[in-house]
């Protein structure tokens, strides 16, 4: 008989874990991971960025009969895909070039405890059939082993992705996705939480005032309304974000919704917002960087076929140099962190459609003897400049580019970045 959940329970459980919030989607999730706790089942949490995921999987492990052993945390989408099964099976002696010694993993760290897997979703298609084989029997290899091991240990996993849509992409397991999936947790997003806002919205205020000793900050119906009205596509990150600054800069005074205003998201910025989320189709942004390449290609090649007809006058020369000096701020985009339109001065242009299949294709282009770089050189430029900007911090020179970190990994041993 399923063990009864009462209200106490779940004032009890928020306060511990420093959960604010009364509206019934989060209040059913919560109940959902109580319930499940005691059950040795693996589960599966379902949830936007910056919603707060990561306080479930502690609720699980702290009220069920393993709290007493080992909790990890593993973000799958931060692991370079040729170290993830390293990471979380071991690797044997020599298994591989800097294996210099035998190593744990960490489901064998975690033995007998809980593990949770965040971003299960990027974890590579090898590797899946790996944590399947854990799933099923509890049994794996280490890399470069073969001897059979085996863990008593019970998965959480939780994602942002829609995992059925992945499991159709061929990028996740069937088998593996309803292994994981044994019991489901879906985490409410902000816009959905209604007066939790202002709820969170005061809580921030509070802890940022008390912390940093400004003056009292208060907030009208008119603003509270706007919090609410907001779409919120960073979640809880977001609205602490906003907040923070509202406490810093309006410090001492009364914040209306007009006041407000200036400290939210304009529509273009909540769209680049959106796109920056894990989700973000790498190839689609390289894709707009070709086509603003070929574009300007075609442009160079226009003023070329003038300069044949007409000569070599003073005004299509000029033109020419205007156009190849204005082309750098367009190359080396990722060294602005601004949005491709803002930097090009080509982006009210209406150009021919361009042949994407073909884009991998470009070539060093020559314009009176000068040559503009190629893309790989034009990439790895970017993002050596980037890790130069972030002092070699990678997860902030992946988010100034709008890519994963793992895409980042990929590049920089492509473009033998390492000692950046």
């Known amino acids: 008989m399923a063990t009864k959940i009462t209200d106490n329970d779940i004032r009890a459980i928020k306060l511990r874990f420093g959960i604010v919030g009364e509206s019934p989607a989060l209040i059913a999730a919560i109940r959902r991971a109580m319930l499940v706790a005691p059950i040795d089942l693996s589960v599966l949490i379902i949830g936007e960025s910056g919603s707060g995921k990561e306080s479930f999987?502690?609720?699980?492990?702290?009220?069920?009969?393993?709290?007493?052993?080992?909790?990890?945390?593993?973000?799958?989408?931060?692991?370079?895909?040729?170290?993830?099964?390293?990471?979380?099976?071991?690797?044997?002696?020599g298994s591989f070039t800097g294996a210099i010694a035998d190593h744990k993993g960490y489901f064998e760290e975690a033995d007998g405890g809980v593990i949770f897997l965040d971003e299960v979703a990027e974890m590579p298609m090898s590797t899946q059939a790996r944590l399947l084989r854990v799933l099923e029997n509890g049994e794996y290899l280490r890399v470069g082993d073969s001897t059979v091991r085996k863990t008593n240990i019970r998965v959480v996993a939780a994602t942002n992705k829609d995992m059925m849509q992945a499991v159709k992409d061929g990028k996740f397991r069937e088998d593996l996705y309803y292994r994981?999936?044994?019991?489901?947790?879906?985490?409410?997003?902000?816009?959905?939480?209604?007066?939790?806002?202002?709820?969170?919205?005061?809580?921030?205020?509070?802890?940022?005032?008390?912390?940093?000793?400004?003056?009292?900050?208060?907030l009208t119906d008119d603003a509270q309304r706007l919090l609410k009205a907001y779409h919120w596509p960073g979640n809880v990150r977001q609205l602490k974000s906003v907040i923070e600054q509202v406490a810093l800069f309006e410090s001492g005074n009364t914040v209306d919704a007009a006041t407000l205003r200036q400290y939210m998201p304009t529509n273009r910025e909540t769209a680049l917002t959106v796109q920056s989320q894990p989700n973000f189709d790498y190839n689609a942004e390289r894709e707009q960087l070709f086509t603003l390449i070929l574009s300007?290609?075609?442009?160079?090649?226009?003023?070329?076929?003038?300069?044949?007809?007409?000569?070599?006058?003073?005004?299509?020369?000029?033109?020419?140099?205007?156009?190849k000096r204005e082309s750098n701020p367009l190359l080396e985009l990722g060294n602005t962190g601004n949005d491709m339109n803002m930097a090009s001065p080509y982006h009210n242009m209406q150009h021919e459609p361009q042949d994407l299949g073909r884009v991998d294709e470009v070539a060093a282009m020559d314009v009176e003897g000068e040559t503009v770089k190629t893309l790989d050189e034009t990439e790895r430029e970017t993002i050596e400049t980037a890790l130069r900007r972030n002092n070699g911090r990678r997860k902030l020179t992946a988010q100034e580019l709008n890519i994963s970190e793992r895409t980042l990994y990929r590049k920089i041993k492509q473009y033998n970045l390492e000692r950046q």
């Open 296 to 323: 300007m290609r075609n442009e160079i090649e226009a003023l070329k076929k003038r300069m044949d007809g007409v000569g070599p006058t003073s005004h299509v020369s000029s033109s020419v140099h205007e156009l």
């Open 57 to 93: 999987p502690k609720i699980i492990h702290e009220s069920s009969p393993r709290k007493h052993k080992k909790y990890i945390a593993v973000n799958c989408g931060a692991i370079p895909e040729g170290t993830i099964d390293s990471e979380l099976f071991g690797h044997v002696k």
């Open 180 to 218: 994981l999936s044994t019991v489901q947790i879906n985490v409410p997003p902000l816009r959905e939480r209604g007066d939790d806002i202002v709820l969170l919205s005061r809580l921030f205020l509070r802890n940022f005032i008390n912390e940093n000793r400004t003056s009292e900050v208060t």
